[in-house]
C-alpha cells in the first residue's frame, strides 16, 4: 500500500499521505474497539486503541504507551552514525531469572578520551525551595505500596555489584559500608577536609576557670593515673576501640584538661614565686644577722 500527496504542510492533524482509519459502522469515532491491530498469524504484536493509546506486544495498552516484552529489552535506541557496540540506550529487565523483573535503564556513551556513561539532567525553576524534598533532580525510594521506606535502602551506588555508598531509610549515609551503626554518616576508610565545624551540645569548658570549680589536688589526679591509667572523664583505650570517639566531645574534653593544666601552672608559679620571695626575704634576714655578729665579734 502506497500514499501520494502534497508535500505541504498538513492543515488538519488527521492529513497525511497514508491514513488509517478506524469507525464505527455508523460512521463514528470508536471509543471501546482498539483502532488498529497488528497481528502475526492471530498473534497480537501492536495495537492502538480508541483513545490513542499504543500497545507494543499487548492488546490492552494501560498508557499512551504500553511495551510488553516476555524477554530481552523492552525498547533500544542507537544513534547516528556511532557503532552500535559503542553506544546506545537500553531499557529492559536487569535479571535473566525466570519469573522475577527489575526495570533496568542502561546508557552507553560514546565519546574517546571522555568518561560519560548515562547524563541525567533536571531542568528547574532557580528559585529558594518551599520543601526540603524539592530538587532540580530527585530520586524518591519508597514502598510498593507508595509509603515510606523503614527498612530497606533508599538508594545505593554500586560498580559492577559492589557497593561504594548506600542511603538507608533513616536519612544515614554509609560510604564504602552499608552499616552505619546508628550515625548519620558512616565511613569506611579516611576522609579529607579543608574545614570541619562541629556544634557542641554539651557546655563549653570555660567553668574550669570560674572561682567555684573544683582542680583536684595533683596528689589525688598521680593516685587516680596510678590506679586507672588514663586521665579522669578522658575514656580509655578499649572504650575508644568499642565505641569508636566523638570528636566534638573529645575536643571539649581535653580542652577542659588543657585549662585544668593551665590552672596548674599558674598555681605552681604562684608558688615558686611565694618561695623565691620567702627565700629572699631571709636571705635578707640571714644577711643582717651576719653583719651584726661580725660586729660583735669585732669588738
Given at each position: 500500500?502506497?500514499?501520494e500527496?502534497?508535500?505541504?504542510t498538513?492543515?488538519y ?8 482509519d ?6 463514528t469515532?470508536?471509543?471501546q474497539?482498539?483502532v488498529?491491530?497488528?497481528n ?5 504484536l501492536?495495537?492502538?486503541?480508541a483513545?490513542?493509546s ?9 498508557g499512551k504507551?504500553h511495551v510488553?516484552a ?10 547516528g552514525?556511532?557503532a552500535?557496540?559503542n553506544?546506545s540506550l ?5 535479571t535473566n531469572?525466570?519469573g522475577l523483573?527489575l526495570?533496568?535503564?542502561k546508557?552507553?556513551g560514546h565519546?574517546?578520551g571522555?568518561?560519560?556513561?548515562l ?13 526540603s524534598?524539592?530538587?532540580a533532580v ?10 515510606r ?6 538508594l545505593?551506588?554500586n ?11 533513616d536519612?544515614?549515609?554509609?560510604i564504602?559500608?552499608?552499616v552505619t551503626?546508628?550515625?548519620?554518616l558512616?565511613?569506611?576508610g579516611?576522609?579529607?577536609?579543608t574545614k570541619?565545624?562541629?556544634?557542641q551540645?554539651s ?5 574550669v576557670?570560674?572561682p ?5 589536688p ?15 572523664e578522658?575514656?580509655?583505650?578499649a ?15 581535653l580542652l ?11 598555681r605552681?608559679d604562684?608558688a615558686a614565686k611565694?618561695?623565691a620571695?620567702r627565700?629572699?626575704?631571709?636571705e ?5 644577722l651576719?653583719m651584726?655578729m ?6
Amino acid at each position: 500500500m502506497v500514499g501520494e500527496g502534497e508535500d505541504i504542510t498538513p492543515p488538519y492533524a488527521t492529513d497525511a499521505a497514508v491514513i488509517l482509519d478506524g469507525r464505527s459502522k455508523s460512521g463514528t469515532a470508536l471509543t471501546q474497539n482498539n483502532v488498529l491491530a497488528i497481528n502475526n498469524m492471530g498473534v497480537n504484536l501492536a495495537a492502538m486503541k480508541a483513545d490513542g493509546s499504543l500497545g507494543l506486544g499487548t492488546h490492552m495498552p494501560s498508557g499512551k504507551l504500553h511495551v510488553h516484552a516476555s524477554s530481552g529489552r523492552h525498547a533500544f535506541f542507537t544513534y547516528g552514525n556511532v557503532a552500535v557496540e559503542n553506544a546506545s540506550l537500553e531499557i529492559g529487565n536487569g535479571t535473566n531469572s525466570t519469573g522475577l523483573y527489575l526495570p533496568y535503564i542502561k546508557g552507553r556513551g560514546h565519546n574517546p578520551g571522555h568518561t560519560f556513561g548515562l547524563y541525567l539532567v533536571g531542568e528547574s525553576e532557580d528559585v529558594t525551595s518551599p520543601g526540603s524534598y524539592e530538587a532540580a533532580v530527585i530520586l524518591d525510594g519508597r514502598t510498593k505500596t507508595n509509603t515510606r521506606v523503614n527498612n530497606a535502602n533508599v538508594l545505593a551506588i554500586n560498580s559492577m555489584g559492589i557497593n561504594l555508598a548506600v542511603v538507608k531509610a533513616d536519612g544515614s549515609m554509609g560510604i564504602g559500608t552499608g552499616v552505619t551503626h546508628g550515625h548519620k554518616l558512616a565511613v569506611a576508610g579516611s576522609g579529607l577536609f579543608t574545614k570541619v565545624v562541629v556544634k557542641q551540645q554539651s557546655a563549653w569548658p570555660d567553668f574550669v576557670f570560674e572561682p567555684e570549680y573544683h582542680l583536684q589536688p595533683l596528689s589525688e589526679l598521680a593516685a587516680y593515673i596510678r590506679e586507672y591509667k588514663h586521665l579522669p572523664e578522658i575514656p580509655t583505650a578499649a572504650d575508644i576501640s568499642r565505641d569508636g570517639q566523638d570528636l566534638g566531645e573529645m575536643n571539649r574534653k581535653l580542652l577542659q584538661k588543657v585549662e585544668e593544666l593551665t590552672l596548674y601552672i599558674i598555681r605552681q608559679d604562684e608558688a615558686a614565686k611565694s618561695a623565691a620571695a620567702r627565700l629572699a626575704e631571709l636571705e635578707m634576714k640571714l644577711e643582717k644577722l651576719n653583719m651584726m655578729m661580725q660586729k660583735e665579734s669585732s669588738k
